[in-house]
């Protein structure tokens, strides 16, 4: 039996969530390895945490369109989308409610996780079922999340000196 669209969208917000709560963690688990920190959470910083929600997304976009990526022509165009939205919006409700109510509170970043990653998985699925929604060139999304995938790898390493890169618990940038 096929399974739906609705299906393996489940199942990919089940694996973000998932995986990129271990990924939270990993980093500290392995000894602060190096090769784990390219794709988890070195810090606590807004930046580490985007990371938490694009890898996992990523690698599930990978093995989800091995079954059904090819039912949808606009596959990977709504699979970029579905990311970018979800990784673009963990800093702006965190710098909204931050900025609003004056505090951090650790269980609301968590909420604010599984938010965004819903969203996004909501976005593709809106995306895939338009049929007025075409991808003229697949191949230029995956290659855009490739550069999206290098340019979190460059700046775990090399971060800019600006607040969404700096842990507000050690007021350090990166892999140190």
Same mark, same amino acid.
């Given at each position: 039996?096929?399974?739906?669209?609705?299906?393996?969208?489940?199942?990919?917000?089940?694996?973000?969530?998932?995986?990129?709560?271990?990924?939270?963690?990993?980093?500290?688990? %392995?000894?602060? !390895?190096? $090769? =784990?920190?390219?794709?988890?959470?070195? @810090?606590?910083?807004?930046?580490?945490?985007?990371?938490? +929600?694009?890898?996992?997304?990523?690698?599930?976009?990978?093995?989800?369109?091995?079954?059904?990526?090819?039912?949808?022509?606009?596959?990977?165009?709504?699979?970029?989308?579905?990311?970018?939205?979800?990784?673009?919006?963990?800093?702006?409700?965190?710098?909204?409610?931050?900025?609003?109510?004056?505090?951090?509170?650790?269980?609301?970043?968590?909420?604010?996780?599984?938010?965004? %990653?819903?969203? !996004?998985? $909501? =976005?593709?699925?809106?995306?895939?079922? @338009?049929?007025?929604?075409?991808?003229?060139?697949?191949? +230029?999304?995956?290659?855009?999340?490739?550069?999206?995938?290098?340019?979190?790898?460059?700046?775990?390493?090399?971060?800019?000196?600006?607040?969404?890169?700096?842990?507000?618990?050690?007021?350090?940038?990166?892999?140190?």
């Amino acid at each position: 039996m096929k399974k739906s669209l609705s299906f393996w969208q489940f199942v990919g917000f089940v694996f973000t969530s998932v995986v990129g709560t271990l990924l939270h963690f990993l980093y500290e688990w %392995t000894g602060e !390895s190096v $090769i =784990v920190g390219l794709f988890s959470a070195v @810090n606590e910083s807004i930046f580490e945490h985007m990371k938490l +929600l694009f890898f996992p997304m990523f690698l599930f976009a990978i093995i989800e369109a091995k079954y059904i990526g090819e039912e949808y022509d606009n596959f990977w165009c709504a699979k970029l989308v579905g990311i970018l939205v979800g990784v673009g919006l963990i800093p702006v409700i965190y710098y909204t409610y931050t900025g609003i109510f004056g505090v951090n509170a650790d269980w609301f970043n968590i909420i604010i996780f599984f938010i965004t %990653t819903a969203i !996004s998985y $909501i =976005v593709e699925t809106r995306l895939m079922k @338009n049929d007025r929604c075409r991808c003229i060139q697949p191949n +230029l999304a995956k290659f855009i999340m490739v550069m999206v995938a290098a340019v979190f790898i460059v700046f775990t390493f090399f971060p800019p000196k600006i607040p969404l890169f700096k842990d507000p618990m050690t007021g350090t940038y990166g892999i140190q």
